[in-house]
């Protein structure tokens, strides 16, 4: 069964990623797989922008990469959301280990 919750593409350069987020949970972490989107809890509350700036620091400390090439493309007011990541020397396993040798390259 092949992973939906993320792509690649531009000869690896960017990672797209669905995510589904579940806010005010006691620790931020991947928490496995929402339909055909990777859960992820997060410490920060829904409040004022909070818990996507959250999202942003832990995916760009996750994948190594600088915050400005972690960029939110979609749902900015939703649960679910699109985020895309440039430049990342490592893959999707690096945040979901199951993501490893899905065959999900699209």
Not at 14 to 19: A, G, I, N, Q, S
Not at 31 to 46: E, F, Q, V, Y
């Amino acid at each position: 069964m092949p992973c939906t919750w993320y792509r690649s593409d531009d000869g690896g350069q960017r990672l797209t990623l669905t995510l589904h987020i579940q806010p005010g949970a006691k620790r931020t972490e991947a928490a496995g797989l929402h339909g055909d989107a990777l859960k992820i809890r997060l410490a920060a509350p829904p409040v004022e922008g909070k818990a996507n700036a959250a999202l942003l620091q832990f995916l760009a400390g996750i994948f190594n990469v600088p915050l400005r090439q972690v960029t939110l493309k979609q749902g900015i007011k939703s649960r679910r959301k699109v985020v895309e990541i440039q430049q990342s020397l490592v893959g999707p396993e690096v945040l979901f280990p199951q993501a490893a040798g899905s065959g999900a390259d699209q």
